[in-house]
C-alpha cells in the first residue's frame, strides 16, 4: 500500500473513533458503564457485572481443557515444523499481518471483523467458565483501536487464586478451546461451499476470445472441453499456438446452465477475463450470488486464519499467553518460567527463519 493510501486509512479510522466516542457518551448514561478514549485512538467501554456464579459446573470445562490439549498438540507440530522448514528448507512461511500494509480494501474490513468475532468470543468464554465455576466476574468491556476490535473480562482475581487446578486450567482454556472450534467451523464450512473446480469471471476485456464468445462478469466457469475447469487447463489451452475451439460450460446468475464456445487464433495466448479462481458448489447456485459468495468465502477464510493464529499464539507457553498461565497453574512458578523461556526461545527462532512481511 502507498503511504497516502495509508494515511487515509489512518485519518478514517481515527475519525471513527472519536465520533464513536462523541455519540456513546451522549446516549450512554448508566453509572454501571464507563467510557474512555485514550490516546485520541483507543476507544474503551467498560461495564460492571452483577451477575451471580453457579456452584454447577457441568461437562463444559472439561471440554475445554481437552479442546486445549488437542490445541497445544497442533501449535507445538506447528511451531516445530516452521523451525524444520525455516533451517533445512529456507521457506518463509510466515507472513506478518499489518493492516494497512499488506491488509488492505475489503480485506481489511474481512479482518477486522473476524478479529472482533475471534476476541469477543475468546473473553466471552473465559467469563461463561469462570461464572460455571463459582468464580465471580467483576466487569467486561470492549475495544476499538482505530479500526480494530477487541475485548475483556475481568474476573475476581483474589476467588481465582484459591480455585482448584482444574478449575484455573478450564477458565484459561475457555478462550483457545472456543477459538480452535470457530476456525474448525469455518474451515468446515467453506469445504461444503466451494466447488472442487471452476472460477468466477470477474471482469470480461474487451476485443479478446472471451468477450467475442459472450461471456460475461459473473459468469461461472464449471468446465473446459467436458473436464473439470482449472486455471492450469485454461492455460495450457490458451498457449497452444493454434487455432482452435474451447467448449465453456458455464452457469449465469438468472439464466441458468449455457454451452459457449470460444474461437482462438494463434497468436492469442489469453481468455482476456480477470477471474477469481474459486467456484461456489453447484447446490449453491439458485442462493446465492456469485459476488457475494466471494465475500463470504474471504470472510469466511479470514475467520480461519485469525481464529487458527489466536489458538497457535495462546496455546504455546509463553509469559502472557493462556498458555503460560496454564504452565505455571499446573507446574508452578519455576517450572513455568522455565518452560516460557524455552518456549519463547523456539518462537522466535521460528520467525527469525520463517516469517515475512
Not at 476476541?119 to 465471580?136: F, N
Not at 467453506?190 to 472471451?210: D, H, K, M
Amino acid at each position: 500500500m502507498d503511504i497516502p493510501v495509508y494515511i487515509v486509512y489512518f485519518i478514517g479510522a481515527w475519525i471513527l473513533v472519536n465520533t464513536l466516542y462523541i455519540v456513546l457518551k451522549k446516549i450512554v448514561r448508566s453509572e454501571k458503564t464507563s467510557i474512555e478514549l485514550q490516546y485520541y485512538t483507543i476507544l474503551l467501554v467498560k461495564k460492571k457485572y452483577e451477575g451471580i456464579s453457579s456452584t454447577s459446573s457441568g461437562v463444559l470445562p472439561y471440554v475445554c481443557i481437552a479442546l486445549f490439549i488437542i490445541a497445544l498438540f497442533f501449535a507445538i507440530q506447528s511451531l516445530a515444523s516452521l523451525i524444520y522448514t525455516g533451517l533445512f528448507k529456507g521457506s518463509r512461511e510466515v507472513v506478518i499481518l499489518l493492516p494497512g500494509l499488506n491488509i488492505t480494501g475489503n480485506d481489511l474490513l474481512y479482518f477486522a471483523i473476524a478479529v472482533g468475532v475471534g476476541v469477543v468470543l475468546h473473553e466471552y468464554m473465559h467469563a461463561k467458565i469462570a461464572l460455571k465455576t463459582g468464580i465471580p466476574v467483576k466487569s467486561y468491556g470492549f475495544i476499538l483501536a482505530l479500526i480494530l476490535p477487541a475485548a475483556f473480562v475481568e474476573i475476581d482475581e483474589k476467588i481465582f487464586a484459591e480455585a482448584s487446578k482444574k478449575v484455573k486450567t478450564a477458565i484459561l482454556a475457555a478462550g483457545v478451546a472456543v477459538n480452535l472450534v470457530v476456525a474448525l467451523l469455518a474451515l468446515g464450512i467453506l469445504q461444503f461451499t466451494v466447488s472442487p473446480s471452476g472460477f468466477i469471471i470477474r471482469e470480461v476485456e474487451q476485443e479478446t476470445p472471451a468477450s467475442r464468445a459472450g461471456l460475461k462478469p459473473g459468469d461461472v466457469v464449471y468446465e473446459i472441453n467436458g473436464s473439470p475447469a482449472n486455471l492450469t487447463a485454461l492455460r495450457e489451452i490458451m498457449s497452444r499456438n493454434e487455432s482452435l475451439t474451447i467448449e465453456l460450460l458455464v452457469y449465469r446468475p438468472g439464466s441458468g446452465y449455457k454451452n459457449i464456445t470460444v474461437w482462438k487464433n494463434p497468436v492469442e495466448d489469453k481468455l482476456g477475463v480477470i477471474l477469481e479462481p474459486i467456484a461456489p458448489s453447484r447446490n449453491l447456485l439458485n442462493i446465492i450470488d456469485p459476488f457475494i459468495f466471494l465475500g463470504l468465502v474471504r470472510l469466511l477464510l479470514w475467520i480461519h486464519i485469525v481464529n487458527y493464529s489466536l489458538v497457535f499464539i495462546n496455546t504455546l507457553p509463553l509469559f502472557i499467553t493462556d498458555g503460560g498461565r496454564i504452565v505455571i497453574e499446573v507446574a508452578g512458578k519455576k517450572v513455568g518460567s522455565i518452560v516460557n523461556s524455552i518456549t519463547l526461545a523456539l518462537l522466535a527462532l521460528a520467525l527469525l527463519l520463517s516469517a515475512r512481511i
